[in-house]
């Protein structure tokens, strides 16, 4: 069919137009579809998640240690005078035993002298008194005598007899006090503190409290304590093995083994008090010094671990936001066991199949639609 002229001009016309319009909307259209859908991906937050890992069965927590000596004493003069003389001075190793010092008591001396004469006369009493007493009871079967009188004389020996103990007893008391003018040491170990010189008045407590003349410690053989926070004292017990640092030793471990513990929480420190025992065989640590001690804590039933940056600490308890496969938010509330650092075990509350958002924002709800990064984060 054959259009006119003029027809075919408004027909060619409009097509123009409608090219034009195709052109210049459709781009406009598509850019509108991008916005809508850029809007719509903006409006679902961007998350990483992890799965739950399977905490380690063991944990070392490092916690300070205050070294004392396996056994210390403060030895005192159980006899007062002068001190004659002293054999051991500080840093001196001493064996049990060892004469230490020595002590110069002359009335002890004197009051032993006279006691043993007063024995002596005891004794010489008491044989004239027995065989007296002995003379009278013969007579006494023959009817020589009166029984009172036997009596009397039997009766006047057995107090000759307990005034002979009696004697015998202060002999022996003066003995062991004049004992102690010589000093010993009780143990092998160190000298650390010596109080007393040559002339030196030594009093055993007769006019007040008395002076140490030497402190001796054991040092071949060290306790160390340490306080155990309440949450990690379930997992500590005798055998527990521990390592030792100290600043002084720049990369160099002790190695100790918990002895034994308080066996109750300190209500002040909501703490438990434990002791690690040592050898020290060369003397190489010190009483009285500061070490870091680490405690290798093994966990019968372990359970799952997450960042420390993916709890949630809410009214309802501590709690994780879990993404299901469609992309929703839920809120699982858990319990909370060890604490391993930048980790911490999860007890319960989750299976292990989970995805768990990391480092959540506050606003995060259960309900709430989410985009899954395609980065996950990795495990800390």
């Not at 720049?250 to 909501?270: L, N």
């Not at 039933?301 to 420390?308: E, I, R, V």
């Not at 309802?316 to 992309?327: E, I, K, P, R, S």
Request: contains cysteine; aromatic residues 4%; neutral net charge.
């Amino acid at each position: 069919m054959n259009l006119s002229k003029p027809k075919l001009t408004i027909t060619l016309i409009a097509v123009a137009v409608c090219a034009a319009l195709a052109i210049g909307g459709l781009p406009r259209l598509v850019a509108r579809d991008k916005v809508a859908q850029q809007t719509a991906a903006l409006s679902k937050p961007t998350v990483s998640v992890v799965t739950p890992m399977r905490a380690s069965a063991q944990q070392v927590l490092t916690l300070p240690g205050d070294i004392q000596a396996y056994q210390r004493a403060a030895i005192y003069a159980r006899t007062s005078g002068y001190l004659k003389a002293w054999y051991a001075d500080i840093g001196t190793h001493v064996h049990s035993g060892q004469l230490l010092a020595e002590i110069e008591a002359p009335e002890v001396d004197a009051q032993l002298e006279q006691a043993r004469s007063d024995a002596a006369m005891a004794s010489a009493n008491y044989q004239i008194a027995k065989v007296t007493a002995d003379r009278w009871s013969d007579m006494l079967k023959k009817n020589a005598v009166s029984k009172q009188s036997a009596e009397e004389n039997i009766s006047l020996m057995q107090a000759k007899q307990a005034t002979l103990a009696a004697a015998l007893a202060n002999v022996k008391r003066l003995e062991q006090l004049q004992s102690y003018e010589k000093v010993y040491a009780p143990f092998d170990g160190v000298i650390t503190v010596r109080n007393v010189d040559v002339g030196a008045l030594i009093d055993a407590g007769n006019s007040g409290p008395p002076a140490a003349l030497f402190e001796l410690s054991e040092i071949d053989r060290l306790r160390i304590f340490v306080n155990v926070p309440q949450d990690d004292a379930p997992y500590v017990t005798a055998g527990t093995k521990a390592q030792l640092t100290l600043s002084q030793y720049p990369g160099r471990t002790f190695a100790g083994t918990v002895a034994r513990t308080a066996g109750a929480i300190d209500p002040r420190s909501r703490t438990l008090r434990v002791e690690v025992d040592m050898d020290n065989p060369d003397g190489s640590l010190m009483p009285g010094a500061f070490a870091q001690v680490s405690l290798t804590l093994t966990s019968t039933n372990p359970g799952l671990s997450l960042p420390a940056n993916a709890l949630l600490f809410r009214p309802q308890g501590v709690q994780v936001a879990v993404v299901d496969t469609h992309g929703v938010v839920s809120l699982r509330t858990v319990t909370l066991g060890r604490d391993f650092g930048t980790r911490m075990e999860i007890r319960s509350g989750l299976t292990g199949s989970e995805q768990v958002v990391v480092n959540p924002s506050d606003a995060i709800s259960a309900g709430q639609s989410v985009r899954i990064n395609q980065h996950p984060a990795t495990s800390a």
